[in-house]
């Protein structure tokens, strides 16, 4: 992928991983809806990504002209319901289409590769409690969002105050529309979703954790706390000085998945260099239930090497071997 490509892809990505840190005991469903200006991105036109929590469900682009099911327990709901969304996906790639060049002609742009975005969804919450929203994005900036409590359209750009005037008139009340639909349609939906996936939603599995560290100058030590293979992705991670003070991170990537399902997230801390100090990385994660999983760094002037190990294991065996000779003659000659 080229470096304009990928320049282009950055705003769907961080939208995707931006929203999906939902607590382990509350579920979501969401979907993206991508349309771009010009095939020659790299991108499909069109496309339409389903998640439940932080797993894909569902994927519909101009491509493949298919709604396609992306786990197991998504197929359970049987061929008419990937016929219809099918068809549906088919008659939204136009209106997609339509709704790029608008955008273009409201910033006067003629040409260039254009991207619309959408992120509409609910949240169920385990006290029962539930959210919705929807949210419009142009060119990886926001344009504007549904305000559920006064059931209006916000603008965020200058650009999108034709939309919202629109939608937020008396004859179409788009805003109170889409919030009914939030709020029960989609609930339900997700409902559905949890109970056929949910082995697969809730596991939990274990993190692993890798601690190294490389001096930076004779004074300064830079930490790296790896955690990986995870599930659920809500995680915390952070590196504690002398078992309880708490060390501000200078640097953590954001949570990263792998493609069997699981996540992976790195910390790291600038430290002095100093004797009699110890550093741990710290790990909370739902899958240990109400325990800290304790990783510590120990520097390389802490550990034997592998040379000093092998040589005192031989002379160890040498010694003995000289004592039983030693024994055996003394049996022999009474030396």
């Known amino acids: 992928m080229t470096a304009g490509r990928m320049k282009m892809m950055i705003p769907l990505i961080l939208i995707i991983l931006g929203v999906s840190g939902v607590e382990c005991d509350s579920h979501s469903l969401r979907y993206y809806k991508t349309g771009v200006s010009s095939p020659g991105s790299g991108l499909p036109v069109y496309s339409e990504v389903g998640y439940v929590d932080d797993r894909e469900i569902s994927n519909y682009n101009s491509d493949t002209r298919q709604y396609l099911p992306k786990t197991e327990w998504m197929k359970k709901l049987g061929s008419d ?52 929203y929807d949210q419009e994005g142009y060119d990886g900036r926001d344009f504007m969002s549904l305000d559920t409590q006064r059931e209006i359209y916000i603008p965020t750009m200058n650009e999108a105050q034709i939309t919202t005037q ?19 349609d989609c609930i339900e939906i997700l409902q559905k979703h949890i109970n056929n996936g949910r082995e697969d939603l809730e596991k939990r599995v274990p993190p692993e954790v890798k601690v ?8 300064v030590t830079r930490l790296q706390c790896l955690v990986y293979g995870f599930h659920p992705r809500p995680v915390d991670v952070k590196w504690v000085r002398n078992g309880e003070d708490d060390v501000p991170s200078d640097e953590m990537s954001p949570i990263l998945p792998h493609p069997d399902g699981t996540y992976q997230i790195r910390v790291s801390v600038e430290v002095p260099t100093r004797e009699g100090d110890t550093y741990s990385c710290h790990v909370d994660h739902s899958s240990l239930k109400d325990e800290t999983l304790s990783v510590i760094w120990d520097p390389p002037g802490n550990r034997l090497s592998l040379g ?4 005192a294991v031989v002379g160890i065996i040498v010694l003995l071997v000289v004592i039983a000779v030693c024994w055996k003659k003394k049996n022999k000659t009474g030396y």
């Open 308 to 311: 000093v190990i092998i040589g």
């Open 212 to 219: 190294w560290g490389h001096h930076q100058s004779d004074d």
């Open 81 to 132: 319901y990937w016929e219809r969304n099918t068809q549906r996906g088919r008659n939204d790639e136009p209106v997609s289409k339509h709704n790029v060049q608008t955008l273009m002609s409201r910033f006067n742009q003629t040409g260039g590769i254009h991207i619309v975005q959408t992120m509409t969804g609910c949240e169920l919450r385990d006290d029962g409690t539930t959210e919705g």
């Open 166 to 184: 629109i939608w937020n008139s008396p004859e179409v009340r788009w805003g109170k529309r889409y919030k009914n639909y939030l709020e029960n």
